[in-house]
């Protein structure tokens, strides 16, 4: 079946440190693939998606390219903040464009702490 | 964005007692919502998808009987754990999907954290 496989945490940076989160995927056919976020107290928000291989997904300068022949779709930010300090899910969702109608698998989560 | 909510946040019970969730679309409808659970360090797992007017549709491994799922209204599903024990402890997340023409996506409460003493 399909399967999330993201890096454990929890990665602690220093502010406008680069940051990755590490995400490889198992599924058949052409997966939709999404990273979420979580604030502390707060429910799971799309940070961003990318349907198809090589789409980039981009937002609040998080960005993620969709690797089909890595079979990763890997979360990169050129400078983290403090306020980005949250747990991000990577997850995939087997064909649906966009993940609504179709079940999504999730990763296990990372914990980003952002320190001054 | 769509806002979904849940109630409670976290409840504590003693364990033979039921517990139920809610989860609420605020601000739209929704034809669909899921009911995920999460154990601490591990990934959110699907345990049943919500229809509004029909019986939900359990993923394999979850009873049924256990976890009765009830989607009454287009803004509205309630999780009950029947009978809870302390291996029901666990964070619950709800999601609701919006419609075809609001993008169907799908968007999440913040969670409810049960207890069972």
């Known amino acids: 079946g399909d399967s999330v496989t993201q890096m454990e945490g929890p990665v602690t940076l220093s502010e406008e440190a680069f940051l990755t989160i590490n995400c490889t995927y198992t599924?058949?056919?052409?997966?939709?693939l999404f990273w979420y976020v979580q604030y502390p107290g707060e429910g799971l928000q799309l940070l961003l998606k990318?349907?198809?291989?090589?789409d980039k997904g981009s937002n609040k300068g998080f960005e993620a390219t969709y690797r089909k022949e890595t079979t990763s779709f890997h979360l990169e930010k050129g400078s983290v903040q403090v306020s980005d300090s949250a747990v991000y899910f990577c997850a995939l969702s087997g064909r649906g464009l966009t993940g609504g109608g179709n079940k999504l698998t999730f990763g296990t989560g990372t914990q980003l702490k952002v320190e001054l | 964005g769509a806002v979904v909510s849940q109630h409670p946040s976290w409840v504590i019970c003693k364990s033979g007692t039921s517990v139920k969730i809610e989860c609420r679309s605020l601000?739209?409808?929704?034809?669909?919502m899921f009911w995920y659970r999460q154990f601490p360090k591990q990934s959110l797992m699907l345990m049943a998808t919500?229809?509004?007017?029909?019986?939900?549709?359990?993923e394999q491994g979850v009873e049924k009987d256990k976890f009765l799922i009830n989607h009454a209204s287009l803004t509205l599903s309630t999780l009950t754990v029947t009978s809870a024990h302390p291996e029901d402890s666990s964070f619950y997340i709800c999601?609701?999907?919006?419609?075809?023409?609001?993008?169907?996506?799908?968007?999440f409460g913040e969670g409810s954290r049960l207890t069972v003493l």
């Open positions: 919500s229809n509004e007017g029909s019986k939900a549709t359990y």
């Open positions: 990318a349907t198809k291989a090589d």
């Open positions: 601000d739209f409808q929704a034809t669909t």
């Open positions: 599924a058949t056919g052409y997966p939709s």
């Open positions: 999601s609701a999907r919006t419609s075809a023409d609001r993008g169907g996506e799908l968007f």
